[in-house]
């Protein structure tokens, strides 16, 4: 591209950011800018702008940032190796190879094809992870590069639009809490709320905005008031005053079913001052201003929260009547609250020592606790392990333990040390024992009751835990102790599994068993079944291999000039393939009521047609068992070309408290999914509330969106597939 075409906002930008370095920072800075602009040439994104704005304007953000020289080169270059025709090599010769690393860590693994979306994000995030417990630079880079993207994600395709928004929300905006950037996260979160709900967005921004005058007002007051009252005592400090920013006012809202008027933090004031000691004096001289609301008072400064925050939170009352949170914290603390770990770069020149080991103690934890997760799982369990809501929980010495929303005494037990999870056989949460399976809540105090006579931990509790750590640390004790055990389970298992999907038979050849080994890089059979018997690798994942190596052979054994064979029609408007038939009756089981992306099979009833199950199906599983059924069984597919709406069955536990069904309700509304059937019991025995749910969905991804927005419903446990496993094939 000529340069003379391009805006001169783009230049004046790039000048900005150079007067902030010295002169020979700012040659490389100016030198990198060139080498990008000449290397994306006349690239354009999608908003029709040239695509040097983008690194630009990331180059921006880690500048506000504070970050140093080589983050800043990093960030105007990271989209040279994944969209142009640079080598990391050549990026090294010119920039130095520490510029070179961290743009390598932040490229994409684009050039590999993978078998699954899933397969793919995980090898992505699992890079980055490595080349964050390398250098934390990586990962502030990386959400500057999404920072921007959010700010023109206007200019993606609607389903574009809310695949990014709720990547970056389920990762992004939680790697950002993780790391203390909480101005990043809150934008974040913000745009990605823009696109996954526009009408909550919409709302709320429409009362703020509505307000805003109003609110100005009371704030200016506000300060004036408590900036008096500190010259009085002596005290210096600074006052900054904002309103609550969108998404946090949405998850009260919709989280915890609340109106606007039982919101009382839409409006908040900071007092930064000096002196440590000064924070407390401050805080009684704001009660003595304000009256606060009981309850609301969380000291921070004695307990910091994981991520290094600290202050101090009260709720108070103004003369108007108005309810408003205070923040009182030193400089220091203040500067990283806004800016986390980047503030070590932008006030204390990079980390050093301690500081380096505690910013990467917790990637190289993440990393160690997923390296042998399938994709599925190692995506789930990242977004248990990043996501802000957590507990905090007590052990009898007083130590604090920050688990997720929804851990249970065996996370705990875990969280201390692998023996004392192995040899766990009960828990006491503040002197009462409790089931091993009791979700825990801020605050509480947990002892775990340890035997040495136990035989170790129970299968069941990797279907219990929460957390990947705990997860990670059961699957090793199998894989340690039970070998020979997991090797006969394992088998089982895989043979089942095979069986039911049709592709035992394929499994015996040598060339097809040889080629998944190799795949899942198992050295023989006996360390797959294994690995299967522990939970190292799901079964699923080793059939999705088998059949692709399946499919792979026989399209080669029939060779590329044979005609393309048409593919058949699904039946009537079912959205099902029936192999071998194109006019029968299609009915869909209602003990797993399948749906697009679920993997299924048909069998052939007695005067009903093809009834329609999930592969995982109890009825499945046990029907082609049955002596002299096995020839009912036919194979069926989705057909993905037009989209259907499918019943399924949800089962979600929850804590019971009142207004729960009518939160749950809520997701679905703003989903704009319709509820076919709902009904509702308590269970007294556990103190919690199971909703039976029947939905239309359009298939798989539709309905694990919405499950997961079930899950941040304050008070929910868990949510599953319903299966009713009474049912019986006819």
């Known amino acids: 591209m000529d340069i ?17 370095h010295s002169p020979e920072d700012a040659r490389m800075i100016e030198k990198a800018f060139r080498y990008a602009l000449q290397k994306h040439g006349d690239q354009r994104r999608r908003s029709g702008e040239p695509y040097i704005v983008h690194p630009v304007e990331t180059a921006v953000i880690l500048d506000d940032l504070g970050l140093d020289v080589e983050s800043i080169v990093a960030g105007l270059l990271h989209d040279c190796i994944e969209d142009t025709p640079a080598t990391s090599q050549e990026i090294e010769k010119e920039f130095g190879a520490s510029v070179a690393a961290l743009v390598e860590g932040v490229t994409k693994l684009g050039k590999i094809v993978y078998s699954s979306k899933e397969e793919e994000q995980m090898e992505d995030l699992r890079k980055m992870f490595i080349a964050m417990a390398k250098d934390i630079r990586v990962i502030i880079i990386k959400l ?16 574009k639009q809310r695949e990014k928004a709720l990547e970056t929300m389920e990762i992004y905006a939680p790697l950002a809490h993780r790391l203390g950037m909480q101005n990043v996260k809150w934008e974040l979160e913000d745009l990605s709320l823009k696109y996954l709900d526009p009408v909550g967005y919409a709302e709320i921004t429409k009362y703020l905005d509505e307000r805003h005058v109003a609110y100005s007002k009371f704030l200016e007051n ?23 920013h969108v998404y946090s006012l949405y998850r009260k809202m919709y989280g915890q079913n609340l109106t606007f008027s039982e919101i009382y933090d839409i409006c908040a004031v900071r007092v930064i001052v000096q002196e440590l000691a000064d924070c407390y004096n401050v805080l009684g001289i704001i009660h003595d201003i304000y009256r606060p609301v009981p309850g609301r008072f969380k000291d921070y400064i004695s307990t910091p929260k994981p991520n290094g925050y600290q202050s101090l939170h009260t709720v108070v009352i103004g003369h108007e009547g108005i309810p408003f949170e205070v923040q009182i914290r030193t400089e220091d603390m203040d500067q990283s609250a806004e800016y986390g770990i980047a503030a070590h770069w932008k006030y204390k020149d990079g980390l050093t020592g301690k500081q380096k080991e505690e910013a990467f103690a917790w990637v190289r934890q993440l990393l160690e606790s997923q390296q042998d997760s399938d994709a599925e799982d190692f995506i789930k369990n990242i977004k248990v392990d990043l996501f802000a809501d957590e507990v905090f ?29 192995n040899r766990m056989v009960g828990a006491k949460v503040n002197g009462r024992i409790v089931p091993i399976d009791y979700v825990l809540k801020s605050g509480e105090i947990v002892d775990i009751i340890t035997s040495k006579t136990t035989n170790g931990p129970k299968r069941d509790w990797l279907k219990m835990v929460k957390t990947s750590e705990a997860r990670n640390k059961i699957k090793q004790w199998f894989k340690k ?42 050295p023989a059979m006996d360390d797959l079944y294994a690995a299967i018997g522990y939970g190292g690798v799901t079964v699923s994942r080793v059939v999705i291999k088998v059949k692709e190596e399946v499919t792979r052979l026989n399209r080669e054994r029939q060779g590329s000039a044979k005609a393309p064979v048409q593919k058949p029609k699904a039946i009537g408007d079912t959205g099902v393939i029936v192999e071998g038939l194109d006019n029968c009756l299609v009915k869909f089981a209602k003990c797993c009521t399948p749906i697009p992306g679920d993997s299924i099979v048909g069998f052939i009833t007695r005067g009903y047609g093809i009834s329609v199950h999930r592969r995982d199906c109890p009825n499945v599983i046990s029907g082609m068992k049955k002596e002299g059924e096995s020839g009912r069984w036919i194979h069926t597919e989705w057909d993905y070309s037009e989209k259907h709406h499918y019943q399924t069955g949800l089962r979600i536990y929850t804590q019971t408290r009142v207004g729960i069904l009518a939160d749950v309700i809520t997701v679905f509304s703003n989903a704009k999914i319709n509820v076919n059937e709902m009904n509702a019991r308590d269970d ?12 239309s969905v359009t298939g798989r991804d539709q309905l694990e969106f919405l499950m997961g927005r079930i899950r941040r419903c304050a008070g929910v446990v868990d949510v599953r597939r319903n299966i009713n496993e009474t049912e019986e094939t006819r």
């Open 481 to 522: 102790e039970c070998r020979p055990e997991n090797i006969e389970r394992g088998k089982a298992d895989l043979e089942r599994e095979l069986r039911t999907a049709l592709l035992y038979d394929d499994f015996q050849q040598e060339e097809v068993s040889a080629a998944v080994l190799k795949r899942l890089n198992f």
């Open 393 to 421: 929980v007590f052990t009898p010495k007083g130590n604090v333990i920050n688990l997720p929303q929804g851990a249970n005494p065996i996370d705990f037990a875990y969280a201390i040390h692998s023996a004392v999870g």
């Open 684 to 695: 007294p025995a556990t103190g919690q509330t199971v909703l039976y749910i029947t939905a």
């Open 222 to 244: 506000v300060q004036a008031t408590i900036v008096q009252r500190m010259e009085q005592a002596g005290i210096k400090c600074r006052i900054k005053a904002r309103l609550k």
């Open 144 to 159: 500057a590069d999404r920072l921007h993207n959010a700010r023109t994600f206007q200019y993606l395709p609607p389903q």
């Open 4 to 20: 003379n075409e391009l805006d001169q906002s783009i230049f004046d930008k790039v000048e900005k950011i150079k007067s902030h």
